[in-house]
């Protein structure tokens, strides 16, 4: 076995620690940016080494605009990782995306405001445009559903994540708009994520959980965190199967 990390993983809400992760060491980091959400920690999930980390901290204390996006995956960057798989918990807005679906969306809208969103924020960093036109790295995008297929795990295999600022839900009207603008799916937490790992230079994709339907879209009058909670473990041993295989390939 290598000791390279052959894939990290960006847990989301509902999904604090990868309990099949074996012989696991955390790393406790302190990057360029700062610090991250919590540890890392690295293990082997069959023959391949595995990292994880919490995006909210590992006792989800830290909210979406509060996430330290940079040094989350500069932490990964330093270990030598090369491909990320976001975990994102998020609500569903078009038909194919009910509670329970796990999609690997191909594009994105960023509606968040305000967050440090790039690495060349500070005096004097080289100014980076880096091309984006598809956030979500195809060739890993592809692995993902490679895995999906050999798992027999069923994936939407397209999608347009917005992301928006929380840490509220939005009202009926904003999703409503969302829908209007292309956005099959919602979440807090998509960007500026998947643009820094683009600038790090990172493989990056999406797996998104569908929790709940987004306001107004299914018959419920409220979205509860109960419901968001439930529906994400009830789909949490389809993604570690699917984390072991992608994981696994090529090892
Ligand atoms: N909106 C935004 N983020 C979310 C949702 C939602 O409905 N569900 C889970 N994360």
Redesign the pocket.
């Known amino acids: 076995m290598s000791d390279a990390i052959s894939l990290a993983v960006i847990g989301g809400?509902g999904i604090y620690r990868l309990a099949q992760l074996q012989d696991v060491e955390a790393r406790e980091a302190d990057t360029r940016f700062g610090r991250p959400s919590g540890p890392v920690r690295i293990g082997t999930l069959g023959k391949a080494r595995v990292a994880f980390l919490a995006r909210h901290g590992e006792g989800h204390s830290v909210p979406p605009h509060k996430v330290n996006y940079r040094a989350n995956l500069q932490a990964l960057r330093d270990l030598g990782v090369r491909r990320v798989l976001a975990l994102n918990?998020?609500?569903g807005i078009t038909d194919d995306f009910g509670p329970r679906v796990l999609a690997c969306p191909d594009q994105l809208i960023d509606y968040t405001w305000g967050r440090v969103s790039t690495i060349c924020e500070e005096d004097g960093a080289d100014v980076l445009h880096v091309d984006f036109g598809d956030p979500y790295t195809p060739a890993l995008r592809k692995h993902i559903l490679d895995a999906a297929n050999v798992t027999g795990v069923t994936l939407v295999d397209r999608g347009c994540y917005g992301a928006?600022q929380?840490p509220r839900?939005?009202t009926r009207a904003e999703i409503a708009r969302m829908r209007r603008d292309g956005c099959d799916l919602?979440?807090?937490t998509g960007m500026p994520e998947a643009g820094i790992a683009r600038e790090l230079g990172l493989d990056y994709a999406c797996l998104a959980v569908v929790?709940?339907w987004?306001?107004g879209c299914g018959d419920a009058i409220e979205?509860t965190m109960a419901e968001?909670l439930a529906n994400v473990d009830a789909a949490s041993a389809r993604i570690v199967d699917l984390v072991t295989v992608l994981a696994n390939a090529g090892q």
């Open positions: 809400t918990t998020v609500g928006t929380g839900l939005e919602v979440g807090m929790a709940n987004a306001a979205i968001v």
